[in-house]
């Protein structure tokens, strides 16, 4: 079974720190983007940060300079850092890769989540 297993959150004070990982198990054969996405209490979900295949990254406006996504293709896991956390960051954190993968008798490539990790920014 494929699958992203996501760790990592918790409750933390504004201004601290935080880091997510997430990882891709099952019979995969590639992994295109990966990203972190978010989604507070009667919010869309948005795109927080994303990471290609080579490397090149993506970040939402509200992030640039506090958070960080990095890559382990050997791991198959994506990592977030997330530094000077604000109240406004609380949400639930999903991960999402693009992959290529086999998934009982057939393979196809398509978009796969996380289960979702809390995060909860709050003195």
């Known amino acids: 079974q494929v699958q992203l297993v996501e760790s990592g959150g918790g409750l933390v004070q504004p201004g601290g720190s935080l880091r997510l990982s997430c990882a891709a198990s099952?019979?995969?054969?590639?992994?295109?983007?990966m990203g972190w996405y978010r989604q507070a209490p009667g919010k869309q979900r948005e795109l927080v940060a994303a990471?290609?295949?080579?490397?090149?990254?993506n970040y939402a406006d509200s992030v640039k300079g506090r958070f960080t996504i990095s890559r382990d293709n050997a791991k198959k896991t994506i990592y977030l850092q997330m530094n000077n956390l604000k109240p406004e960051d609380t949400a639930v954190y999903y991960c999402?890769?693009?992959?290529?993968?086999?998934?009982?008798?057939?393979?196809?490539?398509?978009?796969?989540w996380g289960q979702g990790t809390q995060v909860t920014v709050s003195s």
């Open positions: 999402n890769a693009e992959m290529t993968a086999k998934n009982g008798w057939s393979t196809s490539t398509r978009d796969y």
């Open positions: 099952g019979m995969i054969f590639s992994i295109n983007a």
């Open positions: 990471v290609t295949s080579g490397g090149s990254t």
